[in-house]
């Protein structure tokens, strides 16, 4: 039987409930109704079982960038030479998300981008980074 997951309409990462911090020692966790999602530590509400089980079985995902907080574009709309602050990482792979944390992109982290074509290049720290379109669209940021 497979576990059910939640799916973060921030980021769009699916997880399992008990991989949050809430379900690892919150004091408040039997009484709050609220999750924390382990990838970009958004908190909102669970849906009941009915409503996540009709969304698999009419095939809905999580809303792209209508749903973005103020301030919030994905890195792909930044112009080249702006800096900005890694709010969280899009997409539903996790094995990307691993790889792009391993070139420090976390949230927090400030980044600047160099040029968005024929790659979009991005300077993290002291590493500079080629990243194809459809990733930048997946990387979250607040412009500086």
Not at 96 to 125: N, Y
């Amino acid at each position: 039987m497979a576990a059910d997951l939640l799916t973060c309409p921030l980021c769009g990462f699916a997880f399992e409930k008990v991989d949050t911090l809430c379900a690892h020692g919150c004091p408040l966790g039997a009484m709050c109704h609220l999750v924390r999602c382990p990838g970009c530590g958004y908190e909102f509400p669970e849906k009941p079982r009915t409503v996540s089980w009709m969304d698999r079985l009419l095939g809905r995902t999580a809303t792209g960038g209508a749903d973005l907080p103020e301030g919030v574009r994905p890195l792909a709309e930044l112009e080249s030479g702006a800096a900005a602050t890694v709010a969280c990482l899009g997409g539903k792979n996790g094995d990307r998300h691993g790889t792009l944390s391993v070139f420090g992109f976390l949230p927090g982290a400030e980044i600047t981008l160099l040029q968005q074509r024929p790659a979009c290049v991005v300077r993290v720290g002291e590493t500079e980074l080629a990243i194809d379109a459809d990733i930048a669209r997946e990387i979250l940021v607040r412009p500086v």
